[in-house]
């Protein structure tokens, strides 16, 4: 296996989170991933897409897109609004800011996301959206 994409679009309600999910799994079982691996990207995803869902789109129902790249052993995926965007990318990472008080959340989505993938990215612009990017090497328990 060398290259495969997938992109995958939906409604930013929360009934499709657990879409999201499972989507992304059912991808990514052509590399033979473990259980852990599989339950690391699901729970990595559902922060990104209930991100965009609560913050990004504020409850407004708009579209997220997913774009997922398998490279040899590496899961890469995207998770993209077109939301309000994050004015500060860097305190918005911080374990237990939430922009969102009122609704009790914990302020711990990007801190599961760096704790369940390799890499996480976040790029963001006011006004336009914001896009994660995610990475995990897939495997590595003794492929």
């Known amino acids: 296996m060398n290259r495969n994409e997938m992109k995958l679009e939906f409604d930013s309600i929360s009934a499709n989170e657990a879409f999201a999910r499972v989507t992304v799994a059912a991808f990514m ?9 599989v339950a ?3 729970t990595a995803v559902s ?9 990004g789109y504020k409850g407004e129902i708009h579209k997220i897109t997913i774009l997922g790249v398998i490279e040899d ?32 959340r ?14 996480v990215e976040v790029v963001s612009h006011l006004g336009e959206g ?10 590595q328990h003794g492929a």
């Open 29 to 37: 079982a052509q590399m033979n991933p473990s259980m852990e691996e």
């Open 40 to 42: 690391d990207v699901k």
């Open 47 to 55: 922060e990104a897409v209930t991100n965009a869902i609560i913050h």
């Open 73 to 104: 052993r590496q899961l890469r995926l995207e998770i993209v609004d077109q939301g309000v965007g994050i004015a500060d990318v860097k305190k918005a990472m911080e374990p237990l800011y939430t922009s969102r008080p009122e609704l009790e």
């Open 106 to 119: 914990s302020g711990m989505g990007f801190l599961f996301m760096e704790a369940f993938m390799d890499e």
């Open 130 to 139: 914001t896009t994660i990017v995610m990475k995990k090497q897939i495997g």
